[in-house]
């Protein structure tokens, strides 16, 4: 099963991605449905409604009228009117949401389609997120020619999160700015291309694979890594997860592959997350040993787990927290971050051998034709070190 995370402002056009979704097979959970599902007549949270908000935002019939409330939410209201219905209401939809994920097929693909995915802070709970945009002022358009007054639609749009914060957390960026044909074009080979292959992965608990190549630095890496690294902590317990390897590193070119590391206590506790993660879509590929650099050798033992976006490949190293191999891959991190001659020496390093074995799919020989310089590269870190240079960027979390 995948879980799909849909959003975007009001009047993007998330329904029509959904729309489209849903007619390639996609299990779509409206979440603007289920909100008018819960405040039905005679329901619990619409008592709760009235008992906040007054007999107002009810019609004479007893049934909610929605644009009474909305006029006092978004309208003359501030957040406090907003907090307090969001907590009668997110409750209620997401314990019908869960019914409904938990009677979809094993092998479907759950659209979940969110508003307030942003503003809630829901993103890392999904495989992937997928934002719908279009201009501010084409989404007013669309809303006033749906009936909503301009300076209403204006509000609603103000009160929700911005552009910057919805590229913070989107997997896929789909704009809609344009005529429909556009946006299902996209639809339809990010449904074939990406989710169909994605869902299978994680079903299978495997991993995405293929030869990847060595490419030039990019500004997109730390963003993307601070997306999965927060997927990785959610389904690890909230345990730490550091951006580490390559990609890591600011202006050197990599094989796009994002590489992170994290910390157990043992290793039997990084067995005990196994399915956790694999259910996340990190699957695990077994016990792996790191090359000893310095230290206790047991401390060199970890765990190898791999992403399965086949559109984004990941490596995943649980190893114990501050020992031998979890400090190591920091500081050689941290090392290449702020020696800029060591950085251009492993980038040449990392070009000539990627040539030399491009035929490599797993990256084992690459990786051991690197070990020279890795050996070089250890007496010079621990020169650097020990004269008490510092990193200025060593050390946070991704």
């Known amino acids: 099963m995948l879980r799909v995370g849909l959003s975007g402002g009001i009047g993007s056009g998330k329904s029509t991605v959904a729309g489209r979704l849903a007619e390639h097979g996609a299990v779509v959970i409206d979440s603007d449905r289920l909100a008018r599902e819960v405040v039905e007549r005679g329901t619990e949270a619409l008592r709760d409604i009235e008992e906040a908000f007054g007999p107002s935002?009810?019609?004479?019939?007893?049934?909610?009228?929605?644009?009474?409330?909305?006029?006092?939410?978004?309208?003359?209201?501030?957040?406090?009117?907003?907090?307090?219905?969001?907590?009668?209401?997110?409750?209620?939809?997401?314990a019908r949401t869960a019914e409904l994920i938990a009677a979809a097929p094993e092998d479907a693909i759950i659209v979940h389609d969110v508003p307030l995915l942003v503003e809630n802070g829901l993103a890392p709970a999904y495989h992937l997120v997928i934002i719908v945009h279009a201009d501010p002022e084409e989404r007013v358009r669309r809303l006033v020619g749906r009936g909503l007054d301009e300076q209403d639609a204006r509000n609603r749009m103000a009160k929700q999160a911005t552009d910057e914060q919805r590229r913070a957390v989107a997997d896929v960026w789909l704009d809609n700015s344009g005529t429909p044909d556009l946006v299902l074009a996209e639809v339809d080979a990010l449904w074939a291309d990406r989710l169909v292959p994605y869902e299978?992965?994680?079903?299978?608990?495997?991993?995405?694979?293929?030869?990847?190549?060595?490419?030039?630095?990019?500004?997109?890496?730390?963003?993307?890594?601070?997306?999965?690294?927060?997927?990785?902590?959610?389904?690890?317990?909230?345990?730490?997860?550091?951006?580490?390897g390559s990609t890591a590193i600011p202006g050197l070119a990599a094989k796009d592959v994002l590489d992170f590391q994290l910390g157990v206590q043992s290793m039997e506790e990084a067995d005990s997350l196994a399915d956790a993660l694999s259910e996340a879509g990190f699957p695990p590929l077994g016990r792996g040993e790191d090359t000893v650099r310095f230290g206790d050798p047991a401390e060199w033992v970890k765990r190898l787990h791999a992403g399965t976006d086949p559109k984004r490949r990941v490596n995943l190293h649980l190893r114990v927290e501050g020992g031998a191999a979890w400090t190591w891959a920091i500081r050689f991190r941290d090392w290449l971050r702020v020696d800029e001659a060591a950085r251009r020496e492993y980038e040449a390093v990392k070009l000539d051998l990627s040539a030399r074995h491009a035929g490599d799919s797993e990256g084992f020989a690459y990786g051991d034709a690197k070990e020279p310089f890795m050996e070089a590269a250890a007496k010079r870190m621990e020169a650097f070190y020990r004269d008490g240079q510092t990193s200025d960027a060593g050390g946070q979390a991704s």
């Open 57 to 94: 935002v009810l019609n004479a019939d007893g049934s909610l009228n929605r644009a009474a409330l909305a006029d006092r939410v978004f309208g003359q209201g501030d957040d406090r009117d907003r907090q307090t219905l969001n907590a009668i209401m997110h409750p209620r939809i997401g």
């Open 200 to 244: 299978a992965n994680v079903r299978l608990r495997r991993y995405a694979g293929g030869p990847p190549k060595v490419v030039p630095y990019d500004e997109t890496w730390p963003l993307q890594a601070e997306r999965i690294a927060k997927r990785i902590s959610l389904a690890a317990g909230g345990r730490h997860v550091e951006h580490i």
